[in-house]
């Protein structure tokens, strides 16, 4: 891979002010581990490089993430703790995902308006770069599956409640819209849903938990009817018993990218319990030698389509390949932030 590094300047110059806030773990740093982290997500977004017109919108997301949470570990005052190949190859992660991205921004194109905007909006770096504190929802044991719930009630849970995918999209453009045009604000239709209690679970909560996620990104303020610092930890505590509830029937259907899509989210929030070392390793375990990630495994009348996904090589798919490269930065992140420079 070619070495060369690209400059994020004014990027780099706010994660800077960032750099040294973290709150340790006892976890120790593994080199293997972290090795086995780095050689993964090279494989991936190598993988969705040289493919760019068979990737969508929700890929390109996934990158910039990607890219965000990389460029955080490599500015992170930890680093200096690494070995020099360890810090070479970061720098060569940060470059390839870079080069990924743009790449996608040039060739993937969107099926819709909203989609179009949504491409132009979310990809940007500097919405994306602010601090991790990291915490835990659960200050004791993890919850336990819930108890009566069957294989086919596991897989409804994948998709229950407010929104469908499509009035996800609507409320995310109508967001950064009223953000780009004036000042942020949620529609009332949106803010009502979020507010809905109808039992949610799987992609509505996740897409619930994103919707807040970028309005305060775009400056949409909290109110008394909808507070973002009150709904962000209830709903990742909700999306972390949906995840046990998965886990304990092996990820049915499209649970390995609603897995994917729950701990990227909910571990940006800085949640320990999404990156624990028992995801890490089913994640590892889960790509193609290629280095793309699919849905295989399970049966075919049991499956899932989901609009924002679609087939790739070797049998994969783009959008559960996007939130795998996501996601391993998040976690060589949190390697580097918490495990690092321990005394």
């Known amino acids: 891979m070619e070495t060369k590094i690209v400059r994020f300047s004014s990027v780099l110059g706010i994660f800077l002010l960032f750099a040294c806030f973290s709150l340790r773990t006892e976890t120790a740093f593994n080199p293997e581990s972290f090795e086995r982290k780095l050689i993964a997500l090279d494989k991936a977004l190598t993988y969705i490089n040289d493919r760019p017109y068979q990737m969508n919108v929700d890929t390109t997301y996934g990158v910039t993430l990607s890219q965000v949470n990389l460029m955080a570990a490599l500015l992170h005052d930890n680093v200096q703790y690494l070995e020099s190949r360890f810090f070479i190859a970061l720098k ?176 940006m929030e800085g949640y320990y319990e999404f990156l624990d070392k028992r995801y890490e390793d089913l994640i590892l375990n889960w790509p193609h030698q290629s280095g793309c990630f699919n849905l295989q495994g399970f049966p075919e009348e049991h499956k899932m389509t989901r609009r924002s996904s679609s087939l790739t090589d070797f049998g994969c798919h783009n959008h559960i390949t996007g939130l795998a490269a996501a996601s391993l930065s998040l976690f060589i992140r949190e390697n580097i932030e918490n495990e690092l420079g321990r005394s």
């Open 92 to 267: 060569e992660m940060v470059a390839l995902s870079d080069l990924t991205r743009k790449n996608l921004m040039n060739n993937v194109v969107p099926t819709s308006e909203i989609e179009l905007s949504l491409q132009s909006t979310l990809n940007n770096l500097t919405l994306w770069i602010k601090p991790i504190w990291w915490t835990r929802i659960f200050p004791k044991d993890r919850p336990i599956p819930s108890q009566g719930l069957n294989y086919s009630q596991v897989v409804k849970s994948i998709q229950h409640g407010w929104p469908n995918e499509t009035e996800s999209d609507q409320c995310l453009f109508k967001i950064t819209h009223s953000a780009l045009n004036e000042e942020c604000q949620i529609p009332q239709a949106c803010a009502e849903g979020l507010m809905r209690d109808d039992d949610v679970t799987g992609y509505p909560l996740t897409h619930r938990l994103l919707m807040i996620q970028i309005a305060k990104r775009f400056g949409c303020r909290e109110t008394a009817s909808l507070p973002f610092s009150y709904l962000v930890p209830a709903f990742c505590a909700r999306i972390f018993q949906n995840l046990v509830n998965l886990e304990a029937w092996n990820f049915p259907s499209t649970g390995k990218d609603l897995m994917i899509e729950q701990i990227l989210l909910c571990g």
